[in-house]
T-cell receptor, first 112, second 112 residues
Framework: DAKTTQPPSMDCAEGRAANLPCNHS???????VYWYRQIHSQGPQYIIH???NNETNEMASLIITEDRKSSTLILPHATLRDTAVYYC?????????????FGQGTTLQVKP | IAGITQAPTSQILAAGRRMTLRCTQD?????MYWYRQDLGLGLRLIHY???????GKGEVPDGYSVSRANTDDFPLTLASAVPSQTSVYFC???????????FGSGTRLTVV
């Protein structure tokens, strides 16, 4: 699995967009980019994933560069409840045999 | 039961004792995983199972064993607990539609 690099921490004002970057320069062609978040000591929560096209769901948008070496998770209107550790993970997904290897993540602090 | 259930929620265990952490899912997911998370760190994969009857080693398997007798249950056993196994343990599952992992709420284990 490709290694990912994220900034250790970021701040965002409530109501503004939070843009969380992730570098995965060694990603291979069939590795997906996954994003999870962990609030306090709860279990991680799936946010979104993509292969090469940009993706959007009810929680966030995922922008993947054309060369796939980096991506950005966008929370369009951050709230205080979005304060969490955000993990970017590059992983193969072949049927149900994908294994997610977590890094240190980015601690996002949303401030009023 | 909805999703993943882990038991116990927390446990204080004497060193040298045997302990089994329970994990049950009701989503009929084929793949299941065990992670540990130490204070202030990311999650590390202990063991995984792609389908009932099969298991595999993750990043930190030493001192732990798992079994997968059926689709729903994936217990994690510490044969002889040591203080370095003090951690929060998360169980997760995934299906074959690349929709992300579902995590349990975790078991907080303290080995003294």
């Amino acid at each position: 699995d490709a290694k990912t690099t994220q900034p250790p921490s970021m701040d965002c004002a409530e109501g503004r967009a939070a843009n969380l970057p992730c570098n995965h320069s060694t990603i291979s062609g069939n590795e997906y980019v996954y994003w999870y978040r962990q609030i306090h000591s709860q279990g991680p929560q799936y946010i979104i994933h993509g292969l090469k096209n940009n993706e959007t769901n009810e929680m966030a948008s995922l922008i993947i560069t054309e060369d796939r070496k980096s991506s950005t998770l966008i929370l369009p209107h951050a709230t205080l409840r979005d304060t969490a550790v955000y993990y970017c993970i590059a992983s193969f997904y072949s049927g149900n045999t994908g294994k997610l290897i977590f890094g240190q993540g980015t601690t996002l602090q949303v401030k009023p | 039961i909805a999703g993943i259930t882990q038991a116990p929620t927390s446990q204080i265990l004497a060193a040298g004792r045997r302990m089994t952490l329970r994990c049950t899912q009701d989503m009929r997911h084929n793949a299941m995983y065990w992670y540990r998370q130490d204070l202030g760190l990311g999650l590390r994969l202990i063991h995984y199972s792609n389908t009932a009857g099969t298991t595999g080693k993750g990043e930190v398997p030493d001192g732990y064993s798992v079994s997968r007798a059926n689709t729903d249950d994936f217990p994690l056993t510490l044969a002889s607990a040591v203080p370095s196994q003090t951690s929060v343990y998360f169980c997760a599952s995934s299906d074959d539609r690349a929709s992300g992992y579902t995590f349990g709420s975790g078991t907080r284990l303290t080995v003294v």
